[in-house]
């Protein structure tokens, strides 16, 4: 059969996956959206739903805030140890606001798809943490700090055992990071990635007789890239593995799907799939000859793929809030507040927009979801009404606190209007301003390739476009870090607080989706 990268689209990077018998359980980074540490199960390595968060407690950790964006959590590793699962990752601040500053740190449970341990806070530096459990019993933390380290430490306590061992620093690309140990056939093999995390991205292998080296780097590094190539995956780094329950080895990394040229992205990281073997000297080799492609032909995947059901199809989301709990899709950006939100039944969810912007990197009454899609539609009806200057609520797209479009409805200067904003790093301008009294309206964003485009409509039937702004500035290229769009529901008093809630009676999203056109009928081996 067929699958195609990304096996999890939209911004879901720096994948993490270990085995639990016949399941598969993958984690990627969530930085300051919360719930964090998305976790997705899935029994073919294809099709992955996912399960919960690691992150749902205000109370297991506060995520930094600041501007630029991109704090809070980083790159975590997942692994499955005698019945626990394992998540350990690292809380930082970067930038002007708190300086810079990193928490390691790891969260257990034996339901990973249920509530989570809080944190076991770790006397380590830096960044990427990973575990690796050895067949004596000893675990070991291989961290990125500078290069590549390892200690000893208690699984427990957290407490470190050794001081850290620098280990290796890759093969003269810049960044080695995202490091991982495995044992196979009495090796240790080191993965790390460098070239940093953007279009000279690769994954590079080493391997030792003994945990603590010397690693001798594999003359046919790297492993894994697509630099320089004419792929329509780039970026591509950031791996772990995994050997299925029939004995085939997998790779999940991170890649993008730019635009076009010059290449931009505007929908973050994504997780891939790599098929992989190991040659007769045992190293390994991944994907196509190293390269990672969008379409992939496999016997191999394990479990039963749904062969009539394409792992990316045109997927139509409507949420009606009728549950107090949110689904997973929905994310907040940091830490959420009680005041800021709830979900009524039958009445969808209200927003009480408190005093911050959505320019301000702040708490903000903001629910979001990612865009999976290049082309995709949202909608939503929103009953606001408005009793001060400067109050709005509505529908953004967000790259981040300096770079996000939005259909709003407003009061400004004494006059109710439905508006629509752009703002492009220092660049800010309302752009278009409808005089409009009702509380009830129904709002529209639809993206493709090149252009967002904003639309109203006052009875749900007819919509009217408001504005449009180019792809290419809510990118990762034109002014982001390392997340990728959301498609978020939002209120602001734009100084005060807003005298009332503002209700999305319902959100639906649709992704289309370039569909395979041929999906075989072979069973996998
Ligand atoms: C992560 C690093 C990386 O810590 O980007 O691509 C950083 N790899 O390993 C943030 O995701």
């Given amino acids: 059969m067929k699958y195609k990268n ?33 976790v997705f199960h899935s029994k073919d390595l294809v099709h992955w739903d996912q399960i919960g968060h690691c992150i749902t407690r205000n109370e297991q950790l506060t995520l930094y805030k600041g501007d630029p964006n991109s704090t809070g959590i980083y790159a975590p ?32 449970t034996t339901d990973p798809g249920g509530e989570w341990s809080d944190p076991i806070w770790l006397d380590c530096p830096g ?26 430490i208690d699984i427990v306590t957290g407490k470190r055992k050794t001081e850290k061992t620098y280990i290796w620093g890759g093969t003269g690309g810049c960044c080695p990071e995202g490091p991982h140990i495995y044992k196979i056939n009495n090796w240790y093999y080191l993965f790390i990635s460098e070239g940093g995390t953007e279009y000279g991205h690769m994954l590079t292998a080493a391997r030792s007789r003994n945990i603590w080296g010397p690693y001798e780097g594999y003359c046919g590094n790297p492993v894994l890239t697509n630099r320089s190539r004419g792929t329509s995956l780039k970026a591509i780094g950031h791996a772990d593995i995994t050997q299925d329950q029939n004995g085939n080895w997998w790779a999940v990394c991170l890649g993008i799907r730019p ?27 991944m994907g196509n000859k190293g390269v990672v492609e969008e379409e992939v032909e496999t016997d191999c995947l394990p479990g039963c793929p749904d062969m009539n059901i394409f792992q990316q199809k045109t997927l139509t989301v409507r949420d009606t809030f009728d549950s107090e709990k949110l689904d997973f ?56 009404v408005r009793e001060q200057d400067e109050e709005e609520a509505g529908l953004t797209v967000y790259m981040n606190n300096r770079h996000h479009y939005e259909i709003a409805v407003s009061r400004q200067e004494g006059e109710d209007c439905i508006l629509f904003r752009r703002q492009i790093g220092s660049l800010w301008k309302t752009e278009n301003k409808i005089p409009c009294n009702c509380s009830q309206v129904f709002l529209e964003m639809e993206a493709d390739l090149e252009t967002y485009v904003f639309r109203y409509s006052l009875d749900g039937k007819q919509f009217h476009e408001i504005g449009r702004g180019e792809t290419a500035y809510l990118t990762t290229e034109a002014g982001g870090v390392f997340t990728g769009n959301y498609i978020a529901m939002y209120a602001s008093g734009n100084g005060r607080k807003c005298v009332r809630g503002a209700e999305f009676c319902w959100f639906e999203y649709t992704g289309k989706l370039k569909v395979l056109e041929t999906v075989s009928a072979t069973e996998p081996g």
């Fill in 6 to 38: 990304p096996i999890i689209p939209g911004f879901h990077p720096d994948p993490s996956i270990c085995r639990a018998g016949e399941d598969y359980y993958l984690v990627t980074s969530s930085f300051e959206y919360f719930p964090g540490i998305p």
């Fill in 77 to 108: 590793t997942i692994r499955y140890h005698e019945g626990i699962f394992y998540v350990i990752t690292t809380n930082i601040s970067y930038g002007t606001v708190s300086g810079g500053n990193e928490q390691n740190f790891i969260v257990w």
């Fill in 259 to 285: 635009l076009s040229y010059p290449f931009r992205h505007n929908l973050g990281r994504e997780t891939m799939l790599v098929p992989m073997v190991w040659d007769e000297h045992g190293w390994p080799v």
């Fill in 329 to 384: 899709a929905w994310n907040f950006i940091y830490n959420p507040c009680p005041q800021l939100w709830n979900v009524i039944s039958g009445r969808g969810l209200t927003l009480y927009g408190n005093e911050n912007a959505l320019s301000k990197a702040d708490t903000i009454a903001w629910i979001g979801r990612r865009q999976e899609h290049h082309n995709c539609i949202a909608r939503t009806e929103l009953h606001f």
């Fill in 127 to 152: 960044i990427d943490p990973s575990l690796f459990f050895d067949d004596d019993g000893k675990v070991y933390y291989c961290g990125t700090h500078g290069e590549i380290f390892l200690c000893e």
